[in-house]
């Protein structure tokens, strides 16, 4: 191929658009020929080029009843994806996560005989429930790009071609945060103590969360003095949180992009997180955290019939113990959390270094280089 490649982007939530963004620059680094990008993704492939098709805020539900109000915009937006794939012809398509929406696009891609290779980046948790799933999906996608080490033995055996490429949270520079340069740059005194609050970026988690870690931080605020609270987000939550935060009374400060968000982790004594790639985050950068999560209670009943496992928390699975506290559901209280992070700023013990060595911490080759490698060999029709 000698023209330039033209690869169509799927990411639905903003981890998806995190790791689309770095795939982006892995592609331009490694393609002999130019590169161009056309799809859906979020502000930090916006940053990069990416001209979204839709907010992919619309995307962002997380829950089995949660998403019944969002279906018609859904099922909207799928028939502008494939409107859109038909105009663009590209060379190939990769989804990225939010795997109930990408699978939906794969189908519907076989369905209207679209015959352009395409790839999923973040395999299903088969290994935690729905584990039939990893029989089936090789019957719609082309290749599975995996985070997790153990991930192409459960769908290789039933023929879909699989790539384990390592967690993209390893590249990700949490751990290169600067806590002088985030305290010198908010005026906030080296005796300050922070508290980094991480209520999610979905609008059932902020609304289901937010109210309980503002209880949590105002109680914390009386036992622990001059208190400040960060919350680091995404543009696009950013003005949410601000409407929600006017009637806080502990001092706080909302930070967007990635630089102030590791710098904002380093200078914190602790972390207050929904589940999510953000507890794999704040482990790289060392921050001692707990994950507090809570949803509708009809979707905490049937998750908790069709999970498989005993933890949410990756740093915890890859374990098979409890390093990181969970506090979910019921459990997910404010008192109950006050007593964790007090215990995390003052005894903080959190070995997570065997659970990202495990990620592929130290690995020399970047998990988006190594997907972008394997896309061009699939563009070319070769076994990556």
Known sequence: MTRPIKIYLIAGEPSGDLLGSRFMRAMRRK??????????????????????????????VMGFIEVIPSI???LKHLDEIIADIRQQQPDFILTIDSFSFSIRVHKRLKKAGICIPHAHCVAPQVWAWKKGRAKTIGRFIDYLFCLLPQEPALFTPYGMPSLFIGHPVIEGGADKGQAHRFRHQHAISRETPILCILPGSRRNE???LLPLFQQTAEALARNIPNLMVVIPTVETVAQRLKEALQGWSVPHLIITGETERYDAFAASSAALAASGTVSLELALAGVPHLVA???NILTGLLARCLLKIRFVNLINILSDKEIIPELLQEQCTPKNMIEKIQNLIYAPQQDVRPALRRLGYQSKVSPSEKMAEAVLHLIRRETP
């Open 31 to 60: 393609s002999p020929h130019a590169v161009s990008f056309v799809g859906v993704g979020g502000e930090t492939m916006a940053q990069e080029g990416l001209k979204s098709l839709f907010n992919i805020a619309d995307l962002s």
């Open 72 to 74: 018609p915009k859904i």
């Open 206 to 208: 902020i609304a289901h």
């Open 293 to 295: 999560y809570r949803v």
